[in-house]
């Protein structure tokens, strides 16, 4: 059984940072991408940042330039550094882990910009 557990997602004003953590537990495999996708209000599950297992980054057009994704292959976690965070940003988080063509999915936290 493979578990997806995120943290860090709260309240933000826009303009402010948030760091968002995913720890896989359960069966120890090797995930050959790890990513973040955000669903926002009425909208369809979008992706917002991947890394592979050679640590090749890819990240959404609205992403680039303000959010980081770092993945510990030894640790099974990744995170996303989200910096100068907008409204348009608010959703739910869900982390991503694919093995062997297989998705998990983490259950999802959320994330609020607002003033």
């Known amino acids: 059984q493979v578990q997806l557990v995120e943290s860090g997602g709260g309240l933000v004003q826009p303009g402010g940072s948030l760091r968002l953590s995913c720890a896989a537990s359960?069966?120890?495999?090797?995930?050959?991408?790890m990513a973040w996708y955000r669903q926002a209000p009425g909208k369809q599950r979008e992706l917002v940042a991947s890394v592979t297992n050679f640590y090749r980054t890819d990240y959404a057009d609205s992403a680039k330039g303000r959010f980081t994704i770092s993945r510990d292959s030894d640790k099974n976690t990744v995170s996303l550094q989200m910096n100068s965070l907008n409204p348009e940003d608010t959703g739910i988080y869900y982390c991503?882990?694919?093995?062997?063509?297989?998705?998990?999915w983490g259950q999802g936290i959320q994330v609020t910009v607002s003033s």
């Open positions: 359960g069966r120890a495999l090797f995930y050959s991408i």
């Open positions: 991503n882990a694919v093995f062997n063509g297989e998705n998990y």
